[in-house]
């Protein structure tokens, strides 16, 4: 028998995938986890998690850390939705997610334009869905395991260290709330990833961009803040909106005077006006020059 | 047949891109041929369902390219034109990942990456960042990357566009090795008629959206049997004399092409005795044939 | 005056990057085809020669007159590049009209010298409309129509043919000839060797930063004596043949095509192998339906050059 050169044909039977995005989803994390300033940024990220399940530790063994208790100090250790909410709301970690998403998504749209490859995409028997959901899936798996899987986790530890269900009997809807808001979060962060990456093919100005105009906007608000007085200014930032609706998600009153409604609806309205445009984009190039 | 349409319509606005087109590819290596603005990418957008005509139908590898494009994409391989490739990652990742894409186990994809990165000549190179590939490289990754799922049918699409001449030569060997394996049906769409002509049997010529012509690029190419081209050394007055006296038409061009036009009689044994007895060598010989550029002139309806 | 191109000891580097190699050159008047692989020097000596950048060392002149900073030179020299320099905002009736303004033609001549350039490459009817909205045949023929616009003596293109149809090649080779004609030096550097053919035989083969042949093909073609040349024979009795010519000392190998009757000869003594052939013709004892050189082509002549096995 000998092997001969040239072309030899493959003898294999094509699958069907139940998930026929996740090549593209597989791919773009491996490329994220290969960015040698990805890794620190997103093991930081998980830095209050950290500091978080050491409160609730304290918070189940409250005499031992009597020291630790100085007046108002006292409302961090309880374990109740305003905890929740302040993990998956702080300011800390909505910006570490913008610095994920500029090493990890900036790219995600933009090269594939830059470098001309969404023909090579849909060539295959690919639809333009599995392709958006496969890039937006990446971004899903940052946010989601710097959300829910960690806030998930907080219940468990929680329930672990206190012995009973107590946390559950007074807040039944807590679960719920997390994931709830966690999904809004993904989708939010999605969509905005994915809306500035179509913008330009550079992936370096999509970097800069994403956190631009995260911080950006933020600044807008606290100028016109000062300014004009107005609570409603808050509608600018969009970390003041996704503060807004954490409130609403976890029952607590929102920090600023202004319904948490309205910056639902902004921020509604931004992901609409994204998805649109990034279907739009996909659909001018699919058809091939 | 690997590939049939009828009744293709389809307009861009107003612009009537593809007018009553209805075509079938025979085995082997066809070229598609046209000015710009026929049709061509046109025509292959329909067939792998990127865009849908306003009329006819059409099947390809016995899939309707209406109801059912993607089982056809995961049997046809694409080389597009441009350049294209996703950076930060070597050749054997990229191409198995589109074979993944295209339907391929996850296993048998990379497995299969390796060998045809081996067979376009890319796997001394398979390792390396697909930044750092060069412009013939690249052309034979997007190749590479058209092959991997081990399809029945090839659309390539200016194969040698922005190469050197060897890396032309290089692609086009590959090409025709494709092509005389039978087993891969290969649709070549170029504006290099030479190329063609290297590597296809048959050729659909379009203009403004119709089928102008089509057919084996050997019958296509008129032969003339009475016409002859010649090249010679040696001193051809004497020569070309006796022939004219016997009733020979002759031209010479500026590159000391001989074109002689040998009436019913005479036998062509007779232009090499005749050469034979003045001294002169004859070095080229052939009975005149169009070139297919005449041909493809006379078709698109030019000068 | 007949324009010339000399470069003598030209040589240009980038850094430890070597452009150009002690290339030393004379191009005169007619088409002359500039070829070699990728990275060989071409840009760099199309760009040493219409002044952008500045020779390491050496010199390259334009009649006797050094390139660089001559602005009066321009108006005699063309530049059609590869890629593709527009100001996309402009329509190509503006861009060919400016670009005549700014070589001193009169607004009369300039409009009219417009008209006739875009007549000339068949860009009339989308004159009007902006350059960004051009098919890329189209934008090749405006390039062309600007290297031509100030009527230059010296025509320098870089891969003219690049984009453009069978059809537009055909009318674009028709035009480079013409403009070939009456005296003038055209410079033309092509990827594709049966399209640098079409145009001419002279041609100027650049590797590795070095000259490595100048002059007619065919020239060149003798001039390598170490590959035998090949020559293929077409005759029913292609193995009796192949029996006699094996005995011929000058005949070096032997081989069938893919069909038997198409039979392959090496041989290094040509003269002797057409004689014995046609001898044979003569004679009546073999009767030949083809004879051609499959290798007396400019892929072939490039090839042996650039080393391929």
Redesign the interface.
């Known amino acids: 028998m000998i092997r001969e050169h040239g072309y030899s044909h493959w003898n294999g039977q094509f699958i069907e995938r139940r998930l026929p995005w996740w090549p593209i989803t597989r791919l773009n994390l491996k490329l994220a986890f290969r960015k040698k300033h990805f890794r620190p940024v997103y093991a930081l990220s998980f830095l209050p998690a950290f500091f978080f399940i050491v409160a609730i530790y304290i918070s189940e063994r409250i005499e031992d850390f009597q020291f630790m208790m100085r007046g108002g100090r006292a409302i961090l250790f309880e374990i109740n939705p305003n905890f929740f909410k302040n993990y998956l709301a702080s300011d800390f970690l909505l910006f570490m997610l913008i610095l994920i998403m500029v090493f990890a998504a900036a790219g995600l749209m933009a090269d594939d334009f830059r470098f001309n490859a969404l023909i090579l995409y849909f060539s295959r028997p690919l639809r333009k869905r599995d392709y958006l959901f496969g890039k937006a899936a990446v971004i899903a798996f940052f946010v989601l395991t710097l959300t829910a899987f960690p806030a998930i986790l907080f219940i468990f530890i929680k329930l672990l260290f206190a012995g009973n269900f107590s946390l559950l009997k007074n807040y039944p809807w807590l679960p719920l709330s997390i994931i709830g808001y966690s999904l809004f979060l993904t989708i939010f962060y999605c969509l905005y990833a994915l809306f500035l990456s179509c913008l330009s093919r550079n992936s370096r100005y999509v970097s800069v961009m994403i956190f631009a105009v995260y911080v950006f906007s933020d600044f807008l608000y606290a100028f016109f803040y000062n300014w004009f007085r107005q609570p409603f200014l808050l509608l600018l930032s969009f970390k003041h909106n996704l503060q807004q609706v954490a409130a609403f998600a976890f029952g607590v009153k929102p920090a600023q005077p202004v319904p948490w409604f309205w910056s639902f609806l902004v921020l509604g309205l931004f992901c609409l006006l994204a998805g649109y445009f990034i279907l739009s984009k996909i659909r001018a190039v699919e058809v091939i020059r | 047949m690997k590939v049939e349409v009828s009744h293709l319509h389809f307009s861009y606005g107003s612009i009537k891109a593809l007018d009553d087109v209805s075509l079938s590819l025979e085995g082997g290596a066809t070229g598609l041929l046209g000015p710009n603005g026929a049709g061509k990418t046109t025509l292959i957008k329909i067939l792998l369902g990127f865009l849908r005509p306003e009329r006819g139908e059409g099947r390809v590898l016995g899939y309707d390219i209406l109801h059912e494009p993607r089982k056809i994409r995961q049997l046809v391989g694409y080389m597009p034109e441009d350049d294209c490739f996703l950076p930060g990652m070597d050749a054997v990742t990229f191409t198995a990942f589109f074979g993944e894409l295209a339907g391929m186990p996850r296993q048998e994809a990379m497995k299969r990456a390796h060998e045809v990165l081996f067979y376009v000549g890319l796997g001394e190179a398979r390792y390396r960042l697909l930044e750092t590939y060069s412009a013939g490289m690249r052309q034979r990754l997007k190749l590479a990357q058209a092959l991997v799922h081990d399809p029945k049918l090839l659309f390539l699409d200016e194969p040698t566009s922005n190469l050197d001449p060897q890396g032309r030569m290089e692609i086009l060997e590959l090409i025709k090795d494709l092509a005389n394996g039978k087993d891969i049906q290969i649709l070549l769409s170029s504006h290099i008629l030479s190329d063609i002509e290297m590597v296809c049997k048959h050729v659909i010529i379009l203009n403004r959206g119709k089928v102008v012509a089509q057919g084996k690029i050997k019958d296509l190419k008129a032969m003339n049997f009475r016409l002859y081209e010649l090249k010679i050394k040696g001193e051809r007055e004497k020569w070309l004399a006796e022939l004219a006296a016997r009733g020979c038409q002759f031209e010479v061009t500026e590159d000391g092409l001989i074109r002689l036009y040998l009436p019913a009689e005479i036998n062509p044994k007779e232009i090499f005795i005749a050469a034979f007895k003045a001294g002169v060598q004859i070095r080229h010989f052939k009975p005149s044939e169009s070139t297919l550029e005449d041909f493809f002139a006379r078709a698109v309806g030019v000068d | 005056m007949k324009p010339r191109i000399v470069a003598e000891h030209l040589s240009r580097w980038y850094g430890n990057v070597l452009g150009l190699s002690d290339v030393n050159l004379e191009i005169g008047p007619g088409i002359t085809g500039l070829?070699?692989?990728?990275g060989a020097g071409k840009s760099t000596l199309l760009k040493l020669i219409t002044g952008q950048i500045r020779p390491s060392l050496g010199r390259v002149t334009i009649d006797g007159q050094p390139v660089r900073g001559r602005a009066e030179l321009f108006s005699r020299l063309g530049y059609c590049p590869e890629q593709d320099a527009f100001f996309d905002g402009f329509t190509g009736w503006q861009f060919l009209y400016w670009l005549l303004r700014l070589h001193h033609f009169t607004e009369k001549k300039a409009a009219e010298r417009t008209e006739e350039m875009l007549r000339l490459v068949e860009l009339e009817a989308d004159a009007h409309r902006p350059i960004r909205s051009y098919?890329?045949?189209m934008r090749q023929r405006l390039k062309l129509a600007q290297a031509l616009a100030h009527e230059p003596e010296i025509l320098i293109l870089d891969e003219p043919l690049?984009?453009?149809?069978?059809?537009?090649?055909?009318k674009m080779i028709r035009l480079i000839r013409d403009f070939g004609q009456e005296g003038r030096l055209v410079l033309v550097s092509s990827?594709?060797?049966?399209?640098i053919e079409a145009l001419t035989?002279q041609i100027i083969l650049i590797h590795q930063g070095k000259v490595f042949a100048q002059g007619d093909i065919h020239e060149i073609r003798d001039l390598i004596e170490r590959h035998p040349h090949v020559v293929s024979v077409r005759t029913r009795d292609s193995r009796r043949l192949a029996a006699w010519l094996i005995q011929q000392p000058y005949v070096v190998k032997a081989y069938f095509g893919e069909n038997d009757d198409n039979l392959f000869v090496e041989t290094r003594d040509?003269?002797k192998f057409?004689?014995f052939l046609?001898?044979l013709?003569?004679e009546?004892r073999i009767?030949?339906?083809?004879?051609?050189?499959p290798d007396d082509n400019l892929?072939a002549v490039?090839?042996y050059l650039?080393g391929?096995p």
């Open positions: 070829l070699g692989p990728n098919s890329r045949g690049n984009g453009l149809d069978p059809l537009g090649k055909r990827h594709i060797l049966p399209e035989r040509r003269d057409f004689h046609l001898e013709v003569a009546g009767e030949i339906e083809e004879i051609t050189s892929q490039f090839d650039i391929k």
